[in-house]
């Protein structure tokens, strides 16, 4: 029996809506602790769900959170193999110069050819503006071209609070971002490029026999935390993001915060901390159906098949505060009667989910499980009369 229970009968004549409500008192939302950040985010990846946010989609220098972008575009080249870790790069005089001004750099200048594997972790793990340069030059041939490769990605997600000058991450009119979005670009870099996620993980990094460690405090002090970028200008103030991946005895999760504008390195450390621990304290993650698993099975009319299993087409969890996870309740609507032919991934309904107070959790496409063809001409000519006498 899984958590979510569903009638398994029709109602309405176009639409089905299939609900079970359990009796249960009003519940108590988990409130998050006092956070000393001027905007933050929590959100559990494994379902999607932010847990908790302050003035999240407010406009905000993004710092060097700006290279989880600049990585993101970077690792598009290496998986289209533009581009290659192995692969030389030049050094520009526009990269060295960035050691001005008392940025973060990883000390490369224009007699080295540093490797695009060097590069990334010269980015990733020491910040180095001068990294992401020759990075941006290497991929798109100009720092102009590279940052409207970024733009344009962030045009195709949607996302409504990011605008970006440079790969850097240095203040600049027109470059901000939110704490939403860079959630979203975090949570991307996770889930489109698996592959390269291990750079955040790596606590130092010795270039030209300079070591410099990874900003990220907590990757010392958390063993669950694997990265992701700290940031800091004078107009951001100390930001980082961080994801924790914890093994529970349904599975593993994983959140990731987003702090923007604490006091110092400690402070966004600690803050961020604060967030993950009560994210994963206070929170159960629930796996309602496993990936391939069918939701509810239901009559086909016209098919060579009298029923259709129904299901999310991907592994499907939720969030909800502790001790919750058998108190859910779930809607399916489809389109009713269903009709053959069917093609297998066909969207047929949609699949509610909500917590025990009633508030929404998750929705997501209820589609077909397995083909469905269209049968013979005597057997929709009698489902046809059935119908019609329906």
């Given amino acids: 029996m899984t958590a979510v229970a569903l009638f398994r009968t029709l109602a309405l004549p176009l639409l089905a809506a299939l609900t079970l409500v359990a009796p249960v008192a009003r519940a ?10 001027r905007q933050y985010l929590l959100l559990d990846v494994t379902s999607q769900q932010v847990l908790a946010e302050r003035d999240a989609d407010a406009r905000v220098d993004p710092a060097s959170l700006t290279k989880l972008m600049t990585a993101y575009v970077v690792f598009n080249a290496l998986k289209d193999k533009r581009l290659s870790l192995e692969q030389a790069l030049p050094v520009s005089q526009r990269a060295w110069d960035e050691r001005k001004g008392g940025a973060s750099v990883m000390f490369i200048d224009t007699t080295m050819t540093p490797k695009v594997e060097e590069l ?3 980015m990733i793990i020491q910040s180095g503006n001068d990294a992401s340069v020759a990075l941006a030059e290497g991929v798109s041939g100009s720092v102009e071209q590279f940052v409207d490769q970024m733009n344009r990605q962030v045009q195709a997600w949607g996302l409504k609070n990011t605008q970006f000058k440079n790969p850097t991450g240095m203040s600049e009119p027109g470059h901000y971002s939110s704490a939403r979005d860079l959630a979203v670009i975090a949570t991307r870099v996770l889930q489109d ?3 390269f996620y291990a750079f955040y993980k790596e606590r130092d990094f010795t270039y030209n026999k300079i070591r410099q460690e990874n900003r990220n405090m907590l990757l010392a002090r958390d063993a669950s935390v694997d990265g992701m970028k700290t940031g800091y200008t004078e107009a951001a103030g100390y930001c980082l993001v961080s994801s924790a991946q914890r093994s529970f005895p349904n599975g593993n999760r994983r959140l990731l915060s987003v702090v923007l504008g604490t006091a110092s ?3 966004r450390a600690n803050e961020s901390q604060k967030l993950l621990n009560w994210g994963f304290s206070a929170w159960d993650g629930v796996r309602l159906y496993a990936d391939g698993q069918s939701v509810v099975e239901v009559p086909v009319w016209k098919g060579k098949a009298k029923t259709a299993q129904l299901g999310a087409g991907r592994a499907l969890f939720v969030t909800v505060p502790r001790g919750e996870g058998g108190q859910l309740q779930s809607q399916v609507e489809r389109t009713n009667p269903l009709v053959a032919p069917l093609a297998k991934g066909q969207r047929v309904g949609t699949l509610k989910v909500r917590s025990a107070s009633g508030a929404p959790l998750t929705e997501v496409p209820l589609v077909v499980q397995a083909e469905v063809p269209e049968a013979g001409v005597f057997g929709r000519l009698w489902d046809g009369l059935r ?4």
């Fill in 28 to 37: 108590q939302v988990p409130q998050p602790p006092e956070i000393a950040a």
């Fill in 193 to 195: 490029h698996p592959a």
């Fill in 387 to 390: 119908l019609w006498i329906q």
């Fill in 265 to 267: 390195k400690v402070a």
């Fill in 120 to 122: 990334l972790r010269g």
